[in-house]
């Protein structure tokens, strides 16, 4: 150990982060810290009017003079991707404690470099609790802001919305209302900060009050009509209605004050439905629950005729990946759920590994009705035919135009044909990019359910072939993110 690391150990620092979700300089010192061999409990971690530590009164710039500098012989820090990943979200939460936590588990890395993958270490649990905490409530942002129109003095439109969001996420966001609202101008207004975009630069604004926001429009009174036309009371379930949409949101949605009416009017209302055969496939639905009504009633094809229930799609509508199996099983059948069972258990674990969230992409089958033989009593598993799939294109196709995926990842031959409309070879196919119609980009590897019906060696490479796409697929989408 150095001399000046000596004294590094013997010292206590304080960092004054200039904003409480400035990761980049979070890393920046962080760095210098663990090539100084500063340990943890060393170092205070102190954001914008943070008060809970002695060294809160000291001045951030006598605080930056006194941090040690990195010898000119001190080794690299090492930092897992992995790590990265989850440290710029978790930065990104509002638990006070964060920044001291990132640095914990980076000093533990420089000695323990697999230390993430270590799903029982408390302060790795942790952090992927916050980062996870951070995703949702992007997630909520990117569903339950709502744009107000108002009239500037020269006459022109500009869109205002209120958010109060759980953690530091308004910056980290701005991008994509950037993108999405490109043409518009607008603001959105929350308690910690406020960003406006003109059509050409993005302006970062001070905290604001929700009376600085408008209150309503008279697009609002056509928003509600269009909610209640469009309210599924056959999909219905209120807790994961109240999971996705929770109460807190309620007072910035103008269609907010229709659900309670909705959900006492909707088992009257679903029977309406289904007495005037409404169901029925026709014009493709405008929404995923109004798909999900019509697929339960769909009988295009022999397997709807079967003793099973369809089984839907889910994700979020903003989804950048959708992920299309071949036909739900045994399992998914009974819970009505996409990948529940035994493929689905497999590929959460290799989705995971690939650093790919599965609550973030929205997963479905090719074909939405389990297709099986009776063999006693029991259900065995049969392939749909070319044709069962070719029928159900048609439901895959109107889940696809809602979601709008950037990329879509087949698993399997027949999840390929369901999209593409032709058969094709998963040894030829996958490792590189096809193209839909759309130009959106599909990716095809084996289904899951193939790797359960291999052992030893074969498993092994088959294993690995599939890790390998999920690792291609997950860098093709931080590409198309940026």
Request: proline fraction near 7%; aromatic fraction near 8%; charged fraction near 30%.
């Amino acid at each position: 150990m150095t001399a000046m690391q000596n004294v590094a150990v013997a010292s206590r620092y304080a960092v004054h982060l200039p904003a409480p979700d400035d990761f980049a300089f979070w890393r920046e010192r962080a760095r210098g810290l663990v090539q100084c061999d500063v340990p943890p409990d060393r170092v205070a971690w102190i954001e914008p009017g943070g008060t809970g530590d002695l060294f809160a009164a000291e001045s951030p710039a006598r605080s930056e003079k006194r941090l040690p500098l990195p010898p000119a012989d001190a080794p690299p820090v090492r930092a897992s991707k992995r790590f990265l990943e989850v440290a710029r979200s978790a930065a990104l939460h509002s638990d006070p404690a964060r920044f001291g936590l990132l640095y914990r588990v980076l000093w533990r890395l420089q000695r323990h470099p697999r230390l993430m993958e270590d799903k029982a270490d408390p302060e790795v649990r942790r952090l992927e609790e916050l980062a996870k905490a951070v995703r949702r409530d992007a997630h909520k942002m990117h569903a339950f802001v709502r744009f107000r129109e108002v009239e500037e003095e020269d006459g022109t439109p500009h869109f205002v919305a209120w958010f109060e969001p759980d953690h530091h996420i308004v910056r980290a966001e701005a991008g994509f209302f950037m993108r999405r609202f490109a043409n518009m101008r607008w603001s959105i207004l929350t308690p910690q900060g406020s960003i406006h975009w003109d059509g050409e630069t993005m302006r970062e604004g001070p905290p604001a009050r929700r009376s600085d926001a408008p209150s309503g429009d008279p697009v609002e009174d056509l928003w509600r009509s269009y909610y209640a036309s469009i309210f599924n009371p056959a999909r219905l379930k209120v807790g994961a209605m109240l999971s996705e949409m929770p109460k807190k949101y309620w007072k910035n949605l103008p269609e907010a004050e229709l659900i309670p009416q909705l959900i006492a009017g909707a088992q009257a209302r679903e029977a309406r439905m289904v007495a005037s055969g409404s169901l029925e496939r026709g014009e493709k639905p405008e929404t995923l629950g109004g798909i999900g009504t019509a697929i339960h009633a769909c009988r295009m094809c022999p397997i709807g005729e079967l003793d099973n229930r369809a089984v839907m799609g889910e994700g979020p509508l903003t989804a950048p990946l959708m992920i299309v199996g071949e036909q739900p099983g045994e399992q998914e059948d009974q819970a009505g759920r996409p990948f529940v069972g035994p493929a689905g258990q497999l590929l959460g674990e290799y989705l995971e590994r690939a650093g790919i969230d599965r609550s973030e992409a929205y997963v479905t089958n090719a074909v939405k009705h389990f297709k099986f033989v009776w063999k006693g009593k029991r259900r065995l598993h049969q392939s749909p035919g070319a044709k069962e799939i070719d029928t159900c294109r048609w439901w895959l196709e109107a889940e696809r135009s809602l979601v709008q995926p950037r990329l879509v990842l087949a698993l399997g031959a027949s999840a390929a044909r369901g999209l593409l409309g032709k058969t094709v070879s998963i040894t030829k196919a996958r490792g590189a990019p096809m193209h839909l119609e759309d130009g959106t980009e599909l990716w095809v590897t084996a289904h899951p359910s193939y790797l359960l019906r291999l052992d030893g060696e074969a498993r092994e490479e088959q294993a690995r072939l599939f890790a390998a796409d999920l690792a291609a697929v997950r860098e093709r989408l931080e590409e198309l993110a940026r």
